[in-house]
């Protein structure tokens, strides 16, 4: 398997694993805003870190949750992003790539990852 090494950047796609999304054209957005850092840039996007994690400003509402049986997508997260770039750091914080990982605490927790393909 082969490691993905990109780094997240603003305006990446974020999905997750337990989310039941209404169809287009009533899909919510479900792209990450970089809110920890405006300054370090790759391809004139600001890059993520692992405290981008604030629901609303960073990780988009994902339509209804399954862990919720279809209720109301409301994650919560107890830690950081795992699957981190620990040797870059980014305003002091671990940079994320798009193969990092962070795990919802709602029920039995879902995943919510960066998608791998453009869209």
């Known amino acids: 398997m082969t490691k993905i090494t990109e780094y997240a950047k603003n305006g990446a796609k974020v999905i997750c694993d ?3 999304l209404p169809v287009p054209p009533a899909k919510p957005p479900t792209y990450t805003i970089i809110t ?3 300054t370090i840039k790759g391809q ?4 993520a870190n692992q405290k981008d994690t604030s629901v609303g400003a960073n990780i988009p509402l ?6 919720l049986n279809n209720g109301a997508c409301t994650p919560i997260f107890n830690r950081d ?6 040797k870059v750091k980014i305003k002091g914080e671990n940079a994320l790539l798009i193969s990092s990982e962070l795990k919802c605490n709602v029920g039995s927790g879902g995943k919510i990852t960066f998608s ?3 869209e």
């Open 116 to 118: 791998k393909k453009e």
């Open 62 to 67: 994902f339509g209804t949750c399954k862990q």
């Open 36 to 38: 920890s850092n405006k």
């Open 81 to 86: 992003w795992d699957m981190v770039k620990n």
């Open 44 to 47: 004139s996007e600001p890059l």
């Open 18 to 20: 337990q989310a039941n």
